[in-house]
């Protein structure tokens, strides 16, 4: 092989791998820096571009699609002392991708950490129960911190969202048993309200039926004091019919007696001839 052949092998090589140095083919979605001897120079685009090989060199390659950044679990710590778990995701794009490779070391990574601070800030500023429930609240708030610094970063943060917020297992322990606790005083509660409606009913039962005990015995009473009169003003002062019912009565007695199955023996009183004495006129004479 003669050596003008490999000279020109030689510069076939060079031109090839000089082109080939000089072309780039940015794909859609991403933008590529381009340094010059070590010095920013420029921002290729999607589709074909020229560069001066050797003085030129693509340094760093950008995705301009959003970028989903995962923020891990973390605790945090809230207001009254409680211990909560929480985790995030944001959305971002990159805008300026001068900005993005030149303004902070790893891009992805300030603004994870800086979710992740922001986020404990927020959470310690908030009760637990306030924390639990106010997850459009934290977001809100979360986007409004740290947009400002993305801006000076190149990015655009289009979202932040809170995947999860929970208590530690220490802390769910806790409210689990703070929370039989209150169901038990609820109940408590509960049994001696109802116990105390019951005596309250049952006294206003025995009052009630005091009463009426009270009154039906008053009227009695007084039927009876009603009677008597009657009786004693049909009387008058003959007594002849008085003795006569009361010895009716006294008969009916001696027949109810002498009827009754256990009655064995039947013991006649002396007075006997009194009584019947009585029903025909009383002390007639003898």
């Given at each position: 092989?003669?050596?003008?052949?490999?000279?020109?092998?030689?510069?076939?090589?060079?031109?090839?791998?000089?082109?080939?140095?000089?072309?780039?083919?940015?794909?859609?979605?991403?933008?590529?820096?381009?340094?010059?001897?070590?010095?920013?120079?420029?921002?290729?685009?999607?589709?074909?571009?020229?560069?001066?090989?050797?003085?030129?060199?693509?340094?760093?390659?950008?995705?301009?699609?959003?970028?989903?950044?995962?923020?891990?679990?973390?605790?945090?710590?809230?207001?009254?002392?409680?211990?909560?778990?929480?985790?995030?995701?944001?959305?971002?794009?990159?805008?300026?991708?001068?900005?993005?490779?030149?303004?902070?070391?790893?891009?992805?990574?300030?603004?994870?950490?800086?979710?992740?601070?922001t986020l404990r800030s927020i959470i310690g500023e908030m009760e637990l129960d306030e924390a639990l429930s106010s997850r459009d609240k934290i977001k809100a708030r979360l986007r409004e911190s740290i947009a400002d610094e993305a801006v000076d970063w190149g990015l655009t943060v289009k979202s932040v969202e809170i995947q999860d917020i929970k208590p530690s297992p220490s802390m769910q322990k806790a409210m689990e048993q703070q929370a039989s606790a209150e169901r038990e005083r609820k109940a408590l509660v509960t049994r001696a309200e109802g116990a105390k409606q019951a005596a309250i009913l049952e006294a206003e039962a025995r009052l009630e039926s005091s009463k009426r005990d009270a009154s039906a015995q008053v009227m009695l009473a007084e039927a009876s004091a009603e009677a008597i009169r009657r009786v004693s003003v049909a009387v008058g002062t003959d007594s002849t019919p008085m003795l006569f019912l009361l010895g009716e009565k006294?008969?009916?007695?001696?027949?109810?007696?002498?009827?009754?199955?256990?009655?064995?023996?039947?013991?006649?009183?002396?007075?006997?001839?009194?009584?019947?004495?009585?029903?025909?006129?009383?002390?007639?004479?003898?």
């Open positions: 092989m003669s050596a003008g052949f490999i000279v020109v092998l030689a510069i076939l090589v060079f031109v090839v791998v000089t082109i080939a140095k000089g072309v780039r083919i940015v794909p859609q979605g991403e933008e590529w820096i381009v340094e010059r001897l070590g010095r920013y120079f420029g921002t290729l685009k999607p589709g074909l571009n020229i560069i001066i090989p050797y003085l030129d060199q693509v340094a760093y390659k950008l995705v301009t699609k959003d970028i989903i950044l995962d923020v891990q679990e973390q605790e945090v710590i809230t207001r009254d002392n409680a211990v909560i778990l929480t985790n995030a995701i944001a959305f971002l794009k990159v805008t300026d991708p001068v900005k993005a490779v030149y303004g902070v070391t790893d891009f992805s990574e300030a603004i994870r950490n800086m979710i992740m601070t006294y008969i009916a007695s001696l027949e109810r007696l002498g009827a009754a199955e256990s009655a064995r023996v039947v013991v006649l009183p002396a007075d006997l001839q009194e009584a019947v004495r009585g029903l025909f006129g009383g002390g007639g004479k003898r």
